[in-house]
């Protein structure tokens, strides 16, 4: 799995979001997009780079949909 690319799309996903103007809704929806749009190794991947780095490369909005919907998103 490409880190690299999964960052790209993440951020890319998360600059779409960034524009809603209910912040926390915005974070919610982020999440399950790639909860349902990505594949469980791709998600594995994300969450295995942020374990590792503390989420180098991905956005604010990204890190914090993913912070806050760890369970969610590692099913």
Known sequence: MNTEHLIKMANQ??????????HEQ???D???HIKRFWEP???R???????ATQGEGLSGI????VSKH??????
């Open 70 to 75: 760890m369970e969610q998103l590692a099913a």
């Open 13 to 22: 996903i998360g600059s779409f979001f960034s524009t809603m103007p209910d």
């Open 41 to 43: 190794r791709m998600r």
């Open 26 to 28: 915005a974070v919610a």
């Open 62 to 65: 990204v890190l914090e949909a």
């Open 45 to 51: 991947a994300l969450l295995a780079h942020i374990d």
């Open 30 to 32: 982020l999440a399950s």
